[in-house]
């Protein structure tokens, strides 16, 4: 192929190309969907400790301010992974780091269900890791299957997850520690840290395998 035919290759497979005329079958709809619900379950995920942490010190015996080492520890291993995710996602497709990362977070969920600071620390870190590669991941995904005339609204539709996902970590990590009379569950606020990864995570892994968007994805090898 000479280099003439590559740039015009190039040139119509340029998703931000005003001329192009023709989008993946997959549509708008699906992708922006399960991009929305990766970014509303690992945020909520990672605003979750916040919620549940002024009640965990007080079982583990520490200050308060440790919500602030998990925090820092989660966008630690976030800041690492982020820039190298470009990586992973021509490895494995967008879809399938999506896959990695809502795993990922599960598993750190579930670390920091345990009362023991480093192993909390360690699934603060695992979480940050799962956390750092999903924005450029559903980016690369949606640039692909958005019309240019559309890419502002769907971004900005896709974007709402993270508020989403603050919100349902509110909301459902405080009820589901406490019954309807104020008394505290057992477990107490370990019982939707565990729970809960295994009730989200796999209803958006199963949306995003179900999605016609894998097969053939041009940039997984």
Excluded at 99 to 110: D, E, N, P, T
Excluded at 122 to 136: E, L, N, R, S
Aim: net charge positive; glycine share 10%.
């Amino acid at each position: 192929m000479t280099i003439s035919e590559k740039v015009l290759q190039a040139k119509n497979n340029d998703p931000f190309d005003p001329a192009r005329k023709t989008f993946p079958s997959a549509g708008v709809v699906l992708p922006v969907v399960l991009t929305l619900l990766v970014q509303a379950v690992v945020s909520m995920s990672v605003v979750a400790i916040p919620v549940f942490m002024p009640v965990a010190t007080r079982e583990l015996n520490v200050p308060a301010s440790y919500v602030g080492i998990f925090m820092s520890v989660i966008y630690l291993g976030s800041t690492m992974v982020a820039p190298v995710s470009g990586y992973f996602i021509d490895r494995f497709g967008p879809i399938g780091v999506s896959q990695i990362c809502l795993v990922l977070c599960a598993l750190g969920l579930v670390a920091l269900s345990t009362p023991a600071i480093p192993l909390m620390i360690i699934g603060a870190f695992i979480m940050g890791i799962g956390h750092g590669p999903v924005t450029p991941a559903s980016s690369h995904l949606l640039i692909r299957t958005t019309p240019f005339s559309m890419m502002s609204f769907v971004f900005s539709i896709k974007q709402t997850g993270v508020p989403l996902g603050g919100a349902l970590a509110g909301a459902v990590f405080p009820t589901s520690s406490y019954s309807s009379t104020g008394k505290c569950r057992p477990c107490g606020w370990r019982h939707p840290t565990w729970r809960w990864p295994f009730s989200f995570t796999p209803i958006g892994n199963g949306l995003i395998r179900s999605s016609p968007l894998e097969p053939g994805y041009p940039g997984k090898r």
